[in-house]
């Protein structure tokens, strides 16, 4: 079999279908690179104006999903969204449910920048009014009346009393005692009892008769106070009307259009001449929330809690990274102060939710899960599409103080979810809500084809990677080096890894080396470098596996023929960097039924992929050669030198190989390695990592000394994975090391073991000349062996003197 041809073994990147020669010439992209199934699943529920049309973006870790999401966003968000100001105000009728204000964007600012301005005002104005002298004045003149009318109804019952001999006195503060008297003085009781029965008699009648007028004139006093009251709180509605009148006038003319705001202005009037003494007086409560807020002007009564604002029309995008209750439903502060407790309306903190209202709000699935209530209250609040602040104390039932009911929200917004898929199989398996409220799933790809199209569209994402991450521009040939890169992170040459994580971190590093380098523009050196200086900081474990090869420890040989010994390839992984490492399988026969030991499986170190392909490669070999009559032959595989799990397939090609020279007794070459999965008819199945295993068997041959002969056997559609090393190629170009491609377990058995497997006659048979025919005609020779076998027995059991 020929090798493969370099240009099977790497698919270069051609700069002249490049329409540019920097990325400076390039548009930044505006969409989501090779995501067209995911963003025809945004647009449409972007679109869709009804509720649960919600986006769980699917894919792993590292795609970008949220840069894209956000580029998308920014030029594609439903301008039919409105964004609103939302203001918390006090209900003065029910302090404890504190009322909520809607205004367009911007509009917001501006009312609570009006009330600050009136109430600033305010509080110079009306202490100076009311504290003023004309107020004074006027307010003693009306006080003066009244304590007259008062002091002369009770001096009319006292000069009536007076006549009658009997003393109006004052006994306790606002109570009166109605006395008899003798002469100047009081009746004692003494001279109260030395009295006639007459006379005692006549003071007894003459004192109900005047309590009953006395009462008379201290129900007038109760009247004359209540209409002193109404008339002291007329003249203070009057002259705060004087001095707030035109201004609140002027308030309702400009928000006329918002009937809410009208009503609350309205109730701030009215309010105001109710609560005179927040502007005269410093109360304890309001200093405390005030000195909390770190904010000394007053009366907090009136201000605007304006929750969220915005200070455009633009639909507001909202990235949440700590999705805690708190930040995503707002709470409500508390101030400490002396011992006591305060909270008001102007303590009220917006959530996420709140600023994302109107437009969208994006959070990582796992994060919003693992928060205690969070997936709950979420569900709620997109059920009832309303936004109630509760705080999580109360959501606990552990605290029974008293706190405020804020006035729910209305609830507009589009969640997008960050996921992977297991998150979302858990999800739709154990949630039958998460179907109703999230109907649409973005799934994002991990690879899109490699076309020259698709590369110069690749170009254009490379170049928003460097804009949006302020890097140097990279010329075509360091373009063309990032999408060799891609191809071979994708270990497809026909496909293009979306992984863009991968690409930015290339990109930032290579742009280090550039700036270190002095150069202005990223080239593909300096994409090289990076690359070489990422693999040395991840191969510490490489470089220790393959000391030990250099060293002996390890058994591996690259030269010479070995019966029933076969180097296989392996990945291993080492905290996200995967290497290729070659494994000795060796494979011994001995008599038997014809059954295969699988060492590793016997020992528990094999996972269930791995027996399955050893119990497939089982049933190859009854297929070809005990389909008539039993293997008398029995065999044991295992990988030497492994103490640690073995799982997969890829190995199987190299185990059947084994088998077959431990059955033929032909010689294995060991300058060869192989990997590949085999199926029960005898086909071979493509495996993952083929780049690294080519490489950790080459750099094996390197340590032992290049021959020309060495090189790797691997599955036929792998060829369309092989992105190999520079270094590889090298060594290909110079016929150091060659790379071959079968398609069948008897192409790679004629690779390996140098001769002919051997194709079946219609009888069965195989060429004698042939590994298969070699085989056949051993075990023949068994079966000839095991019928005499039985015939010597019964010989030896009829001769004399034997027991039957």
Known sequence: ?????????????????????????????????????????????????????????????????????????????????????????????????????????????????????????????????????????????????????????LEKVARQAKRKKVSLTVSTPGGYRLVAMNGEEPHTQETFAALTEEQRQTFEDEINKLEKKLRAALRKIAELEQEYTDKQQALNEETLESLTGHQFDELVAKYTVYPEVVDYLEAVRKDLGDNLDIFLEDGDEQAAIAYAALDRKMPRRYQINLLVHHKDQDVPVIVEDNPTYHNLFGYVENVTFKGSVF??????????????????????????????????????????????????????????????????????????????????MLLQEYDPEFSELFRITADFENEMHRTPESEQQYAKFIASVVVDKNLLHC??????????????????????????????????????????????????????????????????????????????????????????????????????????????ITATCYYGDGDVIDIERDVKLGGNIHSKGVMILTSWLASRFAVTDPMHLSASLTFEQNYGEVDGDSASLAELCALVSALSGRGVRQDLAITGSVNQFGEVQPVGGVNEKIEGFFQTCQLKGLTGTQGVILPASNVQNLMLDSEILAAVRQRKFSVYAVDTAEEAI???????????????????????????KRLEKMRDQERQEPSSDKHRQEQPGHAT
């Open 475 to 584: 010329d075509r040939k360091a373009v063309a080096r990032v999408i060799e890169y891609s191809s071979r992170i994708a270990d497809h040459q026909e496909r293009l890894s979306l992984h863009a994580a991968d690409i930015a971190n290339l990109l930032r590093e290579s742009d280090y080396w550039a700036r270190q380098a002095g150069a202005r523009m990223i080239q593909a050196t300096h994409v090289e470098q990076a690359l070489n200086s990422a693999r040395y900081r991840s191969s510490r474990i490489r470089d220790q596996y393959f000391d030990s090869i250099r060293d002996g420890t390890t058994l591996v040989s690259t030269t010479g023929e070995r019966v029933g010994q076969v180097n296989a390839l392996s990945v291993l992984s080492a905290g996200g960097y995967e290497f290729g490492m070659p494994n000795r």
């Open 1 to 153: 079999m020929k090798s493969l041809p370099l240009n099977q073994l790497y698919r270069t990147c051609d700069t002249k279908d490049f329409s540019f020669r920097t990325t400076r010439q390039l548009e930044p992209l505006e969409e989501i690179v090779g995501q067209h199934r995911a963003q025809e699943a945004v647009r449409f529920a972007l679109a869709m104006p009804h509720g649960g049309y919600n986006v769980y973006a699917v894919g792993r870790n590292g795609l970008g999903k949220l840069t894209m999401m956000l580029r998308y966003l920014k030029h594609h968000a439903d301008k039919e969204y409105k964004s609103y100001d939302w203001c918390y105000v006090a209900n003065f009728e029910e302090p404890r449910s504190p009322r909520v204000l809607r205004l367009p964007a911007g509009e917001g600012q501006v009312l609570k920048q009006d009330m600050d301005r009136l109430m600033i005002r305010l509080t110079q104005v009306i202490p100076q009014t009311f504290e003023g002298d004309a107020f004074l004045e006027r307010a003693e003149q009306l006080k003066n009346e009244y304590t007259r009318k008062q002091e002369d109804a």
């Open 343 to 424: 909270t008001d309306f102007s303590l009220i903190r917006p959530g996420s939710l709140h600023k994302a209202n109107g437009g969208y709000l994006l959070m990582d699935a796992i994060k919003v899960l693992e928060q205690p209530f969070v997936w709950d209250g979420l569900k709620r609040a997109l059920r009832s599409r309303s936004l109630q602040i509760n705080s999580l104390e109360r959501e606990l039932t552990l605290s029974g103080t008293i706190s405020l009911e804020p006035e729910p929200i209305p609830l507009n917004v589009k969640i997008v979810l960050f996921g992977d898929r297991e998150t979302w």
């Open 750 to 776: 004629g690779l390996l073991l140098g001769k002919a497997a051997g194709k079946a006659s219609a009888k069965g048979r195989y060429p004698t000349n042939t590994i298969f025919g070699a085989i056949q």
